[in-house]
Every structure is written in C-alpha cells, then in structure tokens.
C-alpha cells in the first residue's frame, strides 16, 4: 500500500519535470532570438493540417505563418518561405507549431519542368540502389549528391570515378515505415543531361555499380575528386 501511494507523486514529479523542459526550451529559442543571435525565417502551421490538403486556402487564412527562430533550431530542411509553398499541396500530414519540410509538400497541378520539376535542357533519370550507395536512405528532393561509379578496368584494377560531379536529386521513394526503408533499395530520381544520362545506364547496369555522396548545400562545384584504383589504395597504404 505504501508503494502505491508513491508512485503517484513520484509520477507527478516526473511529469512536472518534463513539462519545466518545454518551458525552458521555449523561453531559450525566444531568448536567443530576441539577444541579436543570428536567425532565420520558417514556415510553421498554426493547426493540425492532414496530407492532401491544398496550401493556398492555409495561407490565404494565416494557418501558415513565418517564424524567425535561431538557426542552431532549424531542422534540415525546412521551408523559409511561404512563397514556396503557394500552388502546393501536402504530400504528408503536418503537426501544429512543427517547422513544415521541404519534403512534406507536393507539388500542386503543372509546374514549369513536369511534375518534378525537371530544369531546362536535363531529364530525369531514376536509380534503384541499396541503402549503403543512397547514404543510409536519408536523401531528400532537392538535395546535391555526387556520383561516383566503381568499375573494372582491362588490367583487372577497381576503379572509382566520380561520374557526375554535382547533380540534383529530384525525387526519392520514401513511402513506408522508416525501419522499413532502412532496410530496402531506394529509388533515386536525378536532374541529369541527355549524356549524363546514357553514362547512367552504362555504368549502372552493364559496367559497374553506382554510389551516391551527399553534398553540403553551399560545396563548391569545381571541387571533383580524381579517379582512384585500388592499384592507388595500396601505394597509399605503403606510404603509411
């Protein structure tokens, strides 16, 4: 009886604790918005909006509203304006007071480029590669990502190039539970040139295999890696 009657306050405490966490998060973000830290904008949703749900209305009626917050907060990937979110559609369910990501829109009807948004004088042209060539599933429309194909050259040697230095990722295939997908292939659409294309299709499915490396946002695009073989590797080791 006597431990009953603990595990109610002892219940209560913790729930006290936990609701002083909040608070205090808070009232940080606010503060270091408001001592000359630096921020930036985001877009968040006053209310709960469910996936399918045309964004114009939302934002006509100030259910989305911009927020400037401290940039050590912004989640990777967030929207910075409500701007890119005009014509759009949500492609899954947004919580209120969340920061809304890029990857949680859809497009909404025809936009300039197709449906993905395709830009001038590229195509489209999708991979199917395992969790380990994708960086662990985690890429995102609209991410940078660099190419690299392993191949065998005539001598026998393994070589690695980078293929396409600087492409943009177009679309992922991200449906499904997040465990899930950690641990199946995943479909890689890529803005690429008519030529980039056909080294695609070459090294992809005759020649050798294909690896995607994500870049940072702001990786400059003159930076390309020189081909490597594993005739390299050992020199490389010898050296060390």
């Known amino acids: 009886m006597r431990r009953q009657t603990l595990v109610i306050p002892i219940a ?13 998060y808070t009232m940080n973000v606010k503060e ?21 749900t045309e964004l114009d209305p939302l934002i006509e009626e100030g259910k989305l509203v911009e927020q400037e917050i401290p ?28 920061q809304i990501l890029a990857n ?3 497009e909404l009807g025809t936009v300039q480029g197709g449906s ?18 994708t960086v662990a599933n985690v890429l995102n429309r609209g991410d940078r990502v660099r190419v690299f194909a392993t191949f065998s050259e005539k001598s026998g040697a393994r070589a690695s190039v980078a293929l396409l230095p600087d492409v ?9 539970d997040p465990e899930q997908q950690a641990a199946t292939n995943q479909l ?10 056909a080294k695609l299709a070459l090294f992809g499915q005759d020649t050798g295999s294909l690896w995607l490396n994500l870049l940072p946002p702001d990786a400059p695009k003159d930076q390309v890696p020189e081909p490597f073989t594993d005739v390299d590797l ?6 060390s």
């Open 104 to 106: 949680r829109i859809d």
């Open 188 to 197: 890689v659409t890529l803005a690429v040139t008519p030529d980039d294309a």
């Open 234 to 239: 050992i020199a490389l080791a010898k050296k």
């Open 168 to 176: 943009k990722v177009l679309a992922v295939s991200s449906d499904g």
């Open 71 to 98: 940039k050590n907060y912004i989640v990777p990937g967030a929207v910075g304006s409500l701007e890119e979110l005009q014509g759009r559609t949500v492609s899954q369910p947004l919580v209120e007071g969340e």
């Open 12 to 24: 209560l405490l913790l729930a006290i604790m936990a609701a002083a966490g909040v608070v205090l």
């Open 32 to 52: 270091e918005a408001t001592t000359g830290g630096p921020t930036s904008t985001v877009v968040v949703a006053s209310e709960d909006v469910p996936a399918g």
């Open 116 to 133: 993905l948004g395709i830009p001038d004088g590229f195509t489209a042209y999708t991979v199917e590669l395992r969790p380990e060539q």
